[in-house]
């Protein structure tokens, strides 16, 4: 992937390209909207410390194995070893700004290679904009169709694929973090998620 990438005007005040990274055999994508600055200058998703890490862990998404998580998390870039988990952002690049419909399109390609290459079973949009963003793709609904507070906690079918909606952490109450963490493990893992793919319907 374009690490001198230049299709949009965020990379004037980037850093770095932030790619996504994790399991790349995963069945659960997480998609946020745009790298942190702590991610744009490490040049990686950084989840150490913050509260979609905590609930990566909390799910059971982070590999215990201290031989493992010596490996490949003694880099200095605060990532966490994902266990069946791959995160990764709508956009690249981070900004002063939230992301424009422009610059969310110019990064799609990026998004669509990742999701093509991981083929996950569940995609966790991570905010309203990617929710609505990805509902577009990956639904057969219009992305007016959802509002992220009502969505949140829930599952939603899609075109090949489980939708886990998610209300941003940082914006989270400790209830509503709880509620999703009961919805992933209950709800998705509690069952067979991999019999979604190829499902149509909402």
């Given at each position: ?70 490996d490949e998390g ?26 424009s419909d422009d ?100």
């Amino acid at each position: 992937m374009d690490e001198t990438c230049e299709n949009c005007r965020r990379c004037e005040t980037r850093s770095n390209v932030v790619h996504g990274y994790g399991d790349v055999a995963a069945d659960f994508l997480f998609v946020a909207e745009a790298p942190s600055p702590e991610a744009d200058e490490a040049g990686d998703p950084i989840l150490e410390g913050t509260d979609l890490g905590r609930i990566l862990e909390a799910v059971g998404l982070v590999d215990e194995d201290p031989d493992i998580a010596a490996d490949e998390g003694s880099d200095g870039i605060g990532e966490l070893p994902l266990d069946n988990a791959y995160v990764t952002h709508l956009t690249r690049c981070h900004g002063p700004e939230n992301p424009s419909d422009d610059e969310i399109g110019a990064c799609d390609p990026f998004l669509t290679a990742e999701i093509r290459m991981i083929n996950p079973h569940v995609i966790v949009p991570v905010g309203g904009r990617t929710l609505a963003a990805l509902a577009v793709e990956y639904t057969t609904s219009p992305p007016e169709a959802f509002d992220i507070e009502a969505a949140h906690a829930t599952t939603i079918r899609g075109r090949g694929f489980e939708l886990v909606p998610m209300l941003a952490p940082e914006r989270a109450t400790d209830e509503q973090q709880e509620a999703w963490v009961k919805q992933f493990i209950e709800g998705v893992l509690g069952r067979d998620y991999r019999q979604t793919k190829g499902r149509q319907e909402r």
